[in-house]
T-cell receptor
């Protein structure tokens, strides 16, 4: 069965600093992996997805993620954090038709 | 419609009452999903429809929860005899037809916020 684990329930960075949100997956088949963002009191918005094409995936708002099969990882990065990036971020894997989510990582950005 | 639409956006109900939550998926999307998100927690899968049938309803927490979909469009999630632990945001999502594994994007609505008092 597929699953994802997000390391760190809360990450805090300074504005302009590198953002790194960690996600490791478990899957018996080649996975489809997704990162979603949730702003306060809103639904989920897709940031990017990996569907077995390029291993480095670029998404919206300057985010990108790299699929590393050897490490079973799909970490999300952004070179320079902005105050507007403060939100909850969810990693997910597609399993038997549905999305299976990690527990989420709350990103705080300090001025 | 342009996006996944859910109603009501907010609902306060008394313990023991029944509630119905509605979801209108994106036009043409045959797959529809319901998730629950308790305050400060992750997303908990409830049920998934492909067309009008539900291949996976393994996440429904009890027999007080049920869902149906008609016309391969609107879906209703019903919670009977609500309890305080049912308080959560109920998120609906939709996507194009899927097999067991698919890279199709799943699009989420804004959610229905349920408070049981």
């Amino acid at each position: 069965a597929q699953s994802v684990t997000q390391l760190g329930s809360h990450v805090s960075v300074s504005e302009g600093a590198l953002v790194l949100l960690r996600c490791n997956y478990s899957s018996s088949v080649p996975p489809y992996l997704f990162w979603y963002v949730q702003y306060p009191n809103q639904g989920l918005q897709l940031l990017l997805k990996y569907t077995s094409a390029a291993t480095l995936v670029k998404g919206i708002n300057g985010f990108e993620a790299e699929f590393k099969k050897s490490e079973t990882s799909f970490h999300l990065t952004k070179p320079s954090a902005h105050m507007s990036d403060a939100a909850e971020y969810f990693c997910a894997v597609r399993g038997r038709g549905k999305l299976i989510f990690g527990q989420g990582t709350e990103l705080s950005v300090k001025p | 419609g342009a996006g996944v639409s859910q109603s009501p956006s907010n609902k306060v109900t008394e313990k023991g009452k029944d509630v119905e939550l509605r979801c209108d998926p994106i036009s043409g999307h045959t797959a529809l999903y319901w998730y629950r998100q308790r305050l400060g927690q992750g997303l908990e899968f409830l049920i998934y429809f492909q067309g009008n049938s539900a291949p996976d309803k393994s996440g429904l927490p009890s027999d007080r929860f049920s869902a149906e979909r008609t016309g391969e469009s609107v879906s209703t999630l019903t919670i009977q005899r609500t309890q305080q632990e049912d308080s959560a945001v109920y998120l609906c999502a939709s996507s194009q037809a899927v097999g067991l594994s698919s890279g199709n994007t799943i699009y989420f609505g804004e959610g229905s916020w349920l408070t049981v008092v």
